[in-house]
């Protein structure tokens, strides 16, 4: 089949950038886990708890759906050729991928409050905080299991496509473009909205005089939030753009990149870089990490001089 696109050779590319920073990622991730298991208090702090449950389940899609990914691009089908296996696998990433979404817009609308309204968070934690930890996995298992197991047609996944294609349901014209603004639209533009808002309104209240020290007060807050949502703008802010002109107005290098998730390896860079971002996010990690590098840099004018006895007397 002829395309206009080299395929091909987008595909390993794809498969050197992800082959190549997996295991750096998956050890940096069990550092994160150790230092983690050794400063219990990080993770019983409130303003903690949601970064390490996304850190979590990046870890996941790491070690269960990116090896995978990785062996469908080296040798053009997947791993097991099988049914069972193709749903196993939809369902897998899709699950991940639409949990870290709204846990990634959660987190910003609870960083506005951690800054703006900490008492009224704090006072009604149980509904704002730890129900929306519990309920964004839960709920998001739920959507999608249904979408591909329950909703009444027969899917046919196909061998030779990355993740088996796509389930039959989200073919339908209605449901697919239901599922896809829900599970991506949606949550990317909370992530939008809370960032710009956020940020907006610190720097407001920068200006005034009686509030001139809320930038310094909050700027680790503003920065770690920025630091880990920032990464859906590099990732699914160009997926959701592509399939917002492909609807508008297809072309066929449009249809190409979707059809062949050339932007696949996109979606993986938060997942890599979730080690770095919760080392950044979480104060105790950070800390942790300058004091390994301090200790080894090389000291320069610490040696001690020793006397010398000109005559060679004692």
Same mark, same amino acid.
Not at 132 to 151: K, Q, T
């Given at each position: 089949?002829?395309?206009?696109?080299?395929?091909?050779?987008? @595909?390993? =590319?794809?498969?050197?950038?992800?082959?190549?920073?997996?295991?750096? %990622? +998956? *050890?940096?991730?069990? !550092?994160?886990? /150790?230092?983690?298991?050794? $400063? $219990?208090?990080? !993770?019983?702090?409130?303003?903690?708890?949601?970064?390490?449950?996304?850190?979590?389940?990046?870890?996941?899609?790491?070690?269960? #759906?990116?090896?995978?990914?990785?062996?469908?691009?080296?040798?053009?089908?997947? +791993? =097991?050729?099988?049914?069972?296996?193709?749903?196993?696998?939809?369902?897998?990433?899709?699950?991940?991928?639409?949990?870290?979404?709204?846990?990634?817009?959660?987190? %910003?609308?609870?960083?506005?409050?951690?800054?703006?309204?900490?008492?009224?968070?704090?006072?009604?934690?149980?509904?704002?905080?730890?129900?929306?930890?519990?309920?964004?996995?839960?709920? %998001? !298992?739920?959507?999608?299991?249904?979408? &591909?197991?329950?909703?009444?047609?027969?899917?046919?996944?196909?061998? /030779?496509?990355? &993740?088996?294609?796509?389930?039959?349901?989200? *073919?339908?014209?209605?449901?697919?473009?239901?599922?896809?603004?829900?599970?991506?639209?949606?949550?990317?533009?909370?992530?939008?909205?809370?960032? &710009?808002?956020?940020? +907006? @309104?610190?720097?407001?209240?920068?200006?005034?005089?009686?509030?001139?020290?809320?930038?310094?007060?909050?700027?680790?807050?503003?920065?770690?939030?920025?630091?880990?949502?920032?990464?859906?703008? =590099?990732?699914?802010?160009?997926?959701?753009?592509?399939?917002?002109?492909?609807?508008?107005?297809?072309?066929?290098?449009?249809?190409?990149?979707?059809?062949?998730?050339?932007?696949?390896?996109?979606?993986?860079?938060?997942?890599?870089? %979730?080690?770095?971002? +919760?080392? !950044?996010? =979480?104060?105790?990690?950070? #800390? #942790?990490?300058?004091?390994?590098?301090?200790?080894? @840099?090389?000291?320069?004018?610490?040696?001690?001089?020793?006397?010398?006895?000109?005559?060679?007397?004692?």
């Amino acid at each position: 089949m002829n395309t206009i696109l080299n395929i091909p050779l987008t @595909r390993q =590319i794809t498969f050197g950038f992800l082959i190549t920073l997996i295991l750096p %990622s +998956a *050890l940096s991730s069990c !550092f994160v886990f /150790y230092r983690i298991t050794q $400063k $219990k208090q990080i !993770f019983k702090q409130l303003n903690n708890q949601f970064i390490f449950c996304l850190f979590i389940v990046y870890f996941i899609q790491t070690t269960l #759906d990116l090896p995978l990914t990785i062996i469908f691009l080296y040798q053009g089908v997947v +791993a =097991i050729q099988t049914q069972t296996f193709c749903t196993y696998w939809y369902i897998l990433i899709s699950v991940l991928d639409m949990c870290t979404m709204y846990l990634n817009a959660y987190l %910003s609308i609870e960083r506005y409050l951690l800054v703006f309204h900490n008492k009224f968070l704090f006072k009604y934690k149980i509904i704002l905080h730890y129900i929306p930890l519990v309920l964004i996995p839960i709920s %998001s !298992f739920i959507f999608v299991y249904g979408a &591909v197991m329950l909703y009444p047609c027969e899917n046919h996944f196909v061998y /030779y496509a990355v &993740v088996c294609g796509t389930s039959c349901s989200v *073919l339908t014209p209605d449901f697919g473009v239901f599922a896809w603004i829900l599970s991506f639209v949606v949550p990317l533009m909370i992530v939008i909205f809370f960032n &710009v808002f956020l940020l +907006a @309104r610190v720097l407001l209240h920068k200006r005034r005089m009686l509030q001139k020290d809320v930038w310094q007060k909050n700027k680790g807050m503003v920065l770690q939030l920025l630091s880990i949502t920032g990464m859906l703008y =590099i990732s699914w802010l160009p997926i959701t753009l592509t399939t917002v002109i492909s609807l508008a107005h297809p072309t066929p290098v449009l249809s190409e990149i979707q059809g062949y998730w050339l932007l696949l390896g996109l979606i993986y860079i938060p997942v890599l870089c %979730s080690p770095i971002t +919760a080392s !950044f996010a =979480i104060p105790e990690l950070r #800390d #942790d990490i300058r004091g390994w590098l301090s200790q080894r @840099r090389p000291r320069v004018g610490t040696t001690r001089a020793v006397p010398v006895n000109p005559t060679g007397t004692h």
